[in-house]
């Protein structure tokens, strides 16, 4: 059986040539799609997940990390009474204006905390010192930022919301989801620098418990003693700030589009090429059934043909996907396909291509065996 059903494939090489396409480039479609849809929502939440913050107080229905909103900042000492709290500090999340040296404007969203070393802000440098941040108008930017703010390096000077500051490093990692550069500068500096809305105010408090505190009944007091701010965990906020990106850009929706129509064009590119194979073969089948072959018989045949498929292709694709890798990384997007998304779409590839035999099957199901005696 094994040996027939790889003749009737291989047939016509050209067809299953197409047939294998097909499903590689689905299976690019799906990977990719998917890949870039994990991507974007890790941008949202890099941050989140980076700080070692168990809980994030913020003001009221804030929809997400970047969209912050001012509260009275002594509010936290509120919260550092709290039996079990063993570290909690300001942060400020605030928009400001970068002017380049073309003269055009473009935004950043600066973080800025009293203790970036406690809260491992940046967690990864690429040049500088973090403390050298103390030392007068200084900021830190990531590296990714070249791509909107155009090359700049530590000991650059740019004007930033009219104030003259100076690059201290460059960050790596720290990303937004709408690619906006992300900066770091002194908790005060920031306050100072938009003090309509931040004298005197924050937009979060990051909380670290003591080992072993029952972080739930924490949170309860925390939300207790601030009624009009809400409290999340460090996944509860991430999670928000997610699903903000995923209902409001339309991204969940265009990825489920997306692997809708590449799982079309697979199934419409196997079940044409296998239809049209077995009926150029019909008489083939016809023997099968002369010779005493059942209708399992048969679909095991084509059964396996849809399995050869559906590997080759699978392999291709997830080949051709690895491979645009560095090139999707080269525009400033990142593919992220954790394991089980690979198993997910190699099991998904492998139904797909069955359920496209299946269209075959039902031709050659109620097959009269003396069709292989007529000429």
Same mark, same amino acid.
């Given at each position: 059986?094994?040996?027939?059903?790889?003749?009737?494939?291989?047939?016509?090489?050209?067809?299953?040539?197409?047939?294998?396409?097909?499903?590689?480039?689905?299976?690019?479609?799906?990977?990719?799609?998917?890949?870039?849809?994990?991507?974007?929502?890790?941008? #949202?939440? @890099?941050?989140? %997940?980076?700080?070692?913050?168990? /809980?994030?107080? =913020? !003001?009221?229905? +804030?929809?997400? *990390?970047? $969209?912050?909103?001012?509260?009275?900042?002594?509010?936290?000492?509120?919260?550092?009474?709290?039996?079990?709290?063993?570290?909690?500090?300001?942060?400020?999340?605030?928009?400001?204006?970068?002017?380049?040296?073309?003269?055009?404007?473009?935004?950043?969203?600066?973080?800025?905390?009293?203790?970036?070393?406690?809260?491992?802000?940046?967690?990864?440098?690429?040049?500088?010192?973090?403390?050298?941040?103390?030392?007068?108008?200084?900021?830190?930017?990531?590296?990714?930022?070249?791509?909107?703010?155009?090359?700049?390096?530590?000991?650059?000077?740019?004007?930033? #919301?009219? @104030?003259?500051? %100076?690059?201290?490093?460059?960050? /790596?990692?720290? =990303? !937004?989801?709408? +690619?906006?550069? *992300?900066? $770091?500068?002194?908790?005060?500096?920031?306050?100072?620098?938009?003090?309509?809305?931040?004298?005197?105010?924050?937009?979060?408090?990051?909380?670290?418990?003591?080992?072993?505190?029952?972080?739930?009944?924490?949170?309860?007091?925390?939300?207790?003693?601030?009624?009009?701010?809400?409290?999340?965990?460090?996944?509860?906020?991430?999670?928000?700030?997610?699903?903000?990106?995923?209902?409001?850009?339309?991204?969940?929706?265009?990825?489920?589009?997306?692997?809708?129509?590449?799982?079309?064009?697979?199934?419409?590119?196997?079940?044409?090429?296998?239809?049209?194979?077995?009926?150029?073969?019909?008489?083939?089948?016809?023997?099968?059934?002369?010779?005493?072959?059942?209708?399992?018989?048969?679909?095991?045949?084509?059964?396996?043909?849809?399995?050869?498929?559906?590997?080759?292709?699978?392999?291709?694709?997830?080949?051709?996907?690895?491979?645009?890798?560095?090139?999707?990384?080269?525009?400033?997007?990142?593919?992220?396909?954790?394991?089980?998304?690979?198993?997910?779409?190699?099991?998904?590839?492998?139904?797909?291509?069955?359920?496209?035999?299946?269209?075959?099957?039902?031709?050659?199901?109620?097959?009269?065996?003396?069709?292989?005696?007529?000429?």
């Amino acid at each position: 059986m094994v040996d027939l059903a790889l003749r009737m494939l291989l047939h016509d090489r050209l067809r299953f040539v197409i047939t294998v396409s097909g499903v590689a480039f689905a299976v690019n479609l799906i990977l990719s799609q998917v890949g870039l849809f994990f991507g974007l929502l890790s941008n #949202s939440s @890099v941050i989140v %997940r980076n700080i070692p913050a168990e /809980l994030w107080v =913020t !003001s009221k229905n +804030t929809p997400n *990390v970047d $969209f912050a909103q001012a509260f009275p900042e002594s509010y936290v000492n509120r919260v550092r009474s709290i039996p079990g709290v063993q570290r909690a500090d300001n942060l400020i999340v605030t928009f400001l204006n970068i002017t380049l040296p073309d003269g055009a404007t473009e935004g950043t969203v600066t973080y800025a905390v009293e203790d970036f070393e406690a809260w491992h802000l940046p967690w990864k440098l690429e040049s500088g010192d973090i403390r050298d941040r103390r030392r007068g108008n200084f900021m830190f930017t990531d590296a990714s930022a070249v791509r909107r703010i155009g090359p700049f390096q530590t000991g650059d000077y740019r004007q930033v #919301s009219g @104030v003259r500051m %100076r690059y201290a490093g460059r960050s /790596l990692g720290a =990303t !937004s989801f709408t +690619t906006t550069p *992300v900066s $770091f500068l002194d908790y005060r500096l920031a306050q100072r620098m938009n003090s309509n809305l931040l004298e005197g105010n924050t937009t979060y408090i990051l909380v670290k418990t003591e080992p072993g505190a029952d972080l739930k009944a924490i949170k309860s007091e925390i939300q207790r003693r601030l009624p009009h701010n809400d409290v999340y965990t460090r996944e509860e906020w991430a999670k928000r700030s997610d699903a903000y990106w995923i209902k409001n850009t339309g991204i969940g929706l265009n990825a489920y589009i997306t692997v809708f129509l590449g799982i079309l064009v697979g199934v419409v590119i196997v079940a044409q090429t296998l239809y049209t194979s077995t009926m150029e073969h019909i008489k083939e089948f016809g023997t099968v059934k002369a010779i005493g072959g059942s209708n399992a018989d048969i679909y095991r045949i084509l059964g396996r043909q849809a399995v050869v498929a559906a590997v080759i292709g699978f392999t291709i694709g997830a080949l051709l996907t690895l491979a645009m890798k560095p090139g999707v990384s080269a525009i400033g997007l990142r593919l992220i396909l954790p394991a089980p998304v690979w198993m997910t779409v190699g099991l998904g590839t492998l139904l797909m291509c069955l359920l496209s035999a299946g269209v075959s099957f039902r031709k050659v199901a109620n097959i009269d065996p003396g069709l292989v005696f007529r000429s």
